[in-house]
Nanobody, 123 residues
Framework: QVQLVESGGGLVQAGDSLRLSCAAS????????MGWFRQAPGKERGVVAG????????YYEDSVKGRFTISRDNAKNTVYLQMNSLKPDDTAVYYC????????????????WGQGTQVTVSS
């Protein structure tokens, strides 16, 4: 089992920045690729970004490319999502997730999930 706890969400204005954090515990953190997903009201949950175990490779959904950056600190068992130039369309519950393969995260699924953190972007 991998336990994931997100933090850092909140209410911001369009154009602002936020950094989400996800602290992992349980099985070896650096054995898992990590991802961030989001779910807006009335929409399905979808992948936002993913990162390999070493951090060497990343994946981004098209709408966040150039604005969001995923990173990880294996010494701290933590993955981050730096979100810049936020838009109202980025409003959603953001979930941290763990999976063995980045490709599986990019395909939209994962084995372990956090409880989510709300991000609200006002116009």
């Amino acid at each position: 089992q991998v336990q994931l706890v997100e933090s850092g969400g909140g209410l911001v204005q369009a154009g602002d920045s936020l950094r989400l954090s996800c602290a992992a515990s349980g099985r070896t953190f650096n054995g898992y690729a990590m991802g961030w997903f989001r779910q807006a009201p009335g929409k399905e949950r979808g992948v936002v970004a993913g990162i390999t175990q070493s951090g060497a490779r990343t994946y981004y959904e098209d709408s966040v490319k150039g604005r969001f950056t995923i990173s990880r600190d294996n010494a701290k068992n933590t993955v981050y999502l730096q979100m810049n130039s936020l838009k109202p369309d980025d409003t959603a519950v953001y979930y941290c997730a763990a999976q063995r393969l980045l490709a599986t995260i990019a395909a939209g699924t994962a084995d372990y999930w956090g409880q989510g953190t709300q991000v609200t972007v006002s116009s």
